[in-house]
């Protein structure tokens, strides 16, 4: 009776020590989840259509280009916008140059 005792005993230590190493790994699977995307793709801003250059410089006189990025789905450029003495602006675009609002 007492070596059956000690069997179960440690048969279910055992148990428990691998259901905590499965916890331990399921944690650190959560903690490398990477952020969702918004379909945006980062490009060089010299990437940028004439169209698109242009309706910056006419609407939004004096701001530069510091970041663009591209969703080939919906065809829109997404532009991060930075005008001396402003905040920065994200504005976006699409490839005819008209401005559009993004939900």
Same mark, same amino acid.
């Given at each position: &009776? #007492?070596?059956?005792?000690?069997?179960? &005993? @440690?048969?279910a #230590?055992? /148990?428990?020590t691998?259901? =905590? #190493? %499965?916890? =331990?790994?399921?944690?650190?699977?959560? %903690?490398?989840?990477?952020?969702?995307? *918004? +379909?945006? %793709? !980062?490009?060089? #801003?010299?990437?940028?259509p004439?169209?698109?250059? /242009?309706?910056?410089?006419? *609407?939004?006189? +004096?701001? !530069? $280009?510091?970041?663009?990025?591209?969703?080939?789905? @919906?065809? $829109?450029? !997404?532009? &991060?916008?930075?005008?001396? +003495?402003?905040?920065?602006e994200?504005?976006?675009?699409?490839?005819?140059?008209?401005?559009?609002?993004?939900?």
């Open positions: &009776m #007492t070596v059956a005792a000690a069997a179960t &005993m @440690l048969f #230590t055992q /148990n428990i691998a259901q =905590e #190493t %499965e916890s =331990e790994v399921a944690m650190t699977e959560t %903690e490398v989840q990477a952020p969702v995307q *918004d +379909g945006f %793709e !980062k490009i060089e #801003t010299s990437a940028l004439e169209t698109v250059t /242009n309706a910056v410089a006419t *609407d939004k006189a +004096g701001s !530069k $280009v510091e970041e663009a990025y591209f969703n080939e789905e @919906l065809s $829109v450029y !997404k532009l &991060m916008l930075k005008a001396e +003495g402003a905040e920065a994200t504005a976006y675009i699409n490839e005819e140059g008209k401005w559009v609002k993004i939900q």
